[in-house]
C-alpha cells in the first residue's frame, strides 16, 4: 500500500525569506502523480503545484517549486520570498492508478511578519 | 465563482440522529469524490463516482453511510445513526475526464456530534 509521510508538524519562516518542507512516500507503481495542496485556515483546499512521475524535470509555479528525487521517493516544496499568505496547513498528496489521493498529515506552516 | 460547494458548513448533531450533506461539483467534472479530514490528519478517501455510478468506496465507509449521485451532478452523502466517532470534515472534491489527476476540493462540511 502506498504511504505519505510528512516528517514536520509545524514551521515556521520569517516574511521573504525561503522554506522547504518534506514530504517521502513509498510506492511499487511506476507511474503516479505528486500534489502539494494548501489549506489556509477555515478556508478549502487550493492546488499549489503537481509533478509526474515520469516527467525527470522538476515542477514550478511563480515561488512554488519542488525537488523530485524519484529513487529517494521524496518530494520536497520549496516557497521562496514567502508571504504572510502562505501561512496555512500543506498537505503532500500520492495519486496512481485509481485515482484517489493518498494524503500525508500535513505540516503546519506560519509566516511571521 | 463555479468552484465546488458544499452544503451545508456546519452541522451540529445528537449521537444516533440522521445526517446529510450535499456536494455540488465543478459543472463539466464527472468524477466525484469524498474525503474524511479528522483533527490533525490529512484527509483520506470515502468513495468516487465517475457520472452517477459509484465506483469505489473505502473500508472507512461503514454500512450506516451511504452515498449517492442521482444524475450525475450533485452528491449526497448520509450518515445514518451518527456517533462521535463521526465528527470531522468531510470534503468534497471533483475532477474532469480532461485532467482526471487534479481534484478540485470544496470548502468542506464540519461534522460535530454530540
Known amino acids: 500500500a502506498q504511504t505519505v509521510t510528512q516528517s514536520q508538524p509545524e514551521m515556521s519562516v520569517q516574511e521573504a525569506e525561503t522554506v522547504t518542507l518534506s514530504c517521502t512516500y513509498d510506492t511499487s507503481e511506476s507511474n503516479y502523480y505528486l500534489f502539494w495542496y494548501k489549506q489556509p485556515p477555515s478556508r478549502q483546499m487550493i492546488l499549489v503545484i503537481r509533478?509526474?512521475?515520469?516527467?525527470?524535470q522538476n515542477a514550478t509555479e511563480n515561488r512554488f517549486s519542488v525537488n523530485f528525487q524519484k529513487a529517494a521517493k521524496s518530494f520536497s516544496l520549496k516557497i521562496s520570498d514567502s508571504q504572510l499568505g502562505d501561512t496555512a496547513m500543506y498537505f503532500c498528496a500520492f495519486l496512481s492508478g485509481t485515482y484517489k489521493y493518498i494524503f500525508g498529515t500535513g505540516t503546519r506552516l506560519k509566516v511571521l511578519a | 465563482d463555479t468552484g465546488v460547494s458544499q452544503d451545508p458548513r456546519h452541522k451540529i448533531t445528537k449521537r444516533g440522529q440522521n445526517v446529510t450533506f450535499r456536494c455540488d461539483p465543478i459543472s463539466e467534472h464527472n468524477r466525484l469524490y469524498w474525503y474524511r479530514q479528522t483533527l490533525g490528519q490529512g484527509p483520506e478517501f470515502l468513495t468516487y463516482?465517475?457520472?452517477?455510478?459509484?465506483?469505489?468506496k473505502s473500508r472507512l465507509l461503514s454500512d450506516r453511510f451511504s452515498a449517492e449521485r442521482p444524475k450525475g451532478s450533485f452528491s449526497t452523502l448520509e450518515i445514518q445513526r451518527t456517533e462521535q466517532g463521526d465528527s470531522a470534515m468531510y470534503l468534497c472534491?471533483?475532477?474532469?475526464?480532461?485532467?482526471?489527476?487534479?481534484?478540485?476540493f470544496g470548502p468542506g462540511t464540519r461534522l460535530l456530534v454530540l
Open positions: 509533478q509526474e512521475a515520469y516527467k525527470q
Open positions: 463516482f465517475q457520472n452517477e455510478a459509484q465506483l469505489e
Open positions: 472534491a471533483s475532477s474532469q475526464d480532461s485532467n482526471l489527476e487534479t481534484q478540485y
